[in-house]
């Protein structure tokens, strides 16, 4: 409540009228964020600073509005760039010099880098590995950087064919019922994935990939048979594979390919009982050389700062009802028995 607060002065060079109007934001609100993240306060006049607060964040806040100061030479700031900044503060990267600015990966748009030492670690073993997982909570950028790899790949020809796949099985509604053929059936589950790659090649672009087949979509179940040979593969959703379909999909890799696998093992969509496969193949492969995995955190979430607290307030009280859950009820509890089966 009555944490000593110090003032901390600092000055941003060169001064350029529209550099520092871009850094503050309209009203100031670029400040503002950063204030509240970081539980300071921010006083400037002119290019001249002073920062109240807790030493470490105020010298946290200098570095974080130096960054930005340097983005302003070139780019337009937005309340969405200076979010991902402070996330990717962590406040990690900028304490201990983790961030490596060098890292990038090219599509047809620009550069797409990836924010923070976590985002960073999983690029890298992307680029090192054949065999990749990335687990984590929705909103860490799991999905877009895997799409950003594969572009990267077939951009510079290391791969001939990107493949997007996902398993057919989703919360509330059933394909079944859904209009139109399988393509069109599964579309709109791919979304997250489609929606990436307009953004890094362009609408026209991926249409006429899909339509050559150098994209290629697929339900999970259509990769039974194939060996998938020079491609970049993504099976987004993965927490909703079964055993025999994460087993059968990871057999399917060829000569020359790169898999990523995405998941979060806390939202399975499976039939009550139904054990994930990603769940399950974390343990089996975690010692396999060749094969990396990234664990992301709630701290890792790119998206509004809501989404990261919602993830964090749903761990905190998963974490309190197993901890509330005596051995008794849990034999009452049909639903637990089919769970742990």
Not at 143 to 172: F, H, K, S
Not at 218 to 243: C, H, K, V, W
């Amino acid at each position: 409540m009555n944490a000593p607060t110090d003032l901390h002065r600092f000055t941003l060079e060169p001064f350029e009228a529209r550099r520092f109007a871009n850094l503050c934001g309209q009203f100031d609100e670029h400040l503002r964020m950063i204030e509240q993240r970081l539980a300071i306060e921010i006083r400037n006049r002119g290019n001249q600073f002073e920062l109240i607060g807790d030493s470490q964040q105020a010298h946290n806040a200098e570095n974080l509005l130096r960054r930005l100061y340097r983005e302003t030479k070139n780019d337009e700031l937005s309340p969405e760039t200076v979010h991902l900044y402070l996330q990717e503060s962590a406040m990690e990267a900028l304490e201990q010099g983790k961030a490596d600015s060098r890292l990038a990966l090219r599509t047809k748009k620009g550069l797409i880098r990836p924010r923070g030492a976590n985002q960073q670690r999983y690029v890298q073993a992307i680029l090192d590995n054949d065999i990749n997982f990335g687990i984590g909570p929705a909103g860490t950028g799991k999905t877009y950087l895997a799409v950003a790899a594969a572009v990267d790949a077939l951009e510079r020809e290391q791969v001939r064919r990107i493949l997007l796949v996902r398993p057919a099985v989703e919360a509330g509604e059933k394909l079944g019922f859904l209009p139109g053929d399988l393509a069109q059936k599964i579309d709109p589950y791919l979304r997250p994935l489609y929606d990436a790659l307009y953004e890094m090649l362009g609408f026209e672009h991926v249409a006429r990939l899909i339509e050559k087949q150098v994209i290629e979509i697929a339900p999970l179940a259509y990769m039974r048979g194939r060996t998938l040979n020079n491609s970049f593969i993504i099976l987004d959703e993965s927490q909703n594979t079964t055993l025999e379909q994460m087993k059968m999909f990871l057999t399917r890799i060829g000569f020359g390919s790169t898999a990523v696998i995405t998941g979060d093992i806390t939202q399975v969509d499976l039939p009550r009982g139904t054990k994930s496969g990603l769940a399950h193949v974390i343990k089996v492969l975690e010692d396999v050389p060749g094969i990396s995995f990234t664990h992301f955190q709630p701290k890792d979430v790119v998206r509004h700062p809501l989404v990261q607290r919602i993830v964090e307030a749903y761990e905190r009280f998963e974490d309190q009802q197993a901890i509330t859950r005596t051995p008794r009820s849990a034999d009452n509890d049909p639903g637990a028995r089919a769970d742990d089966a």
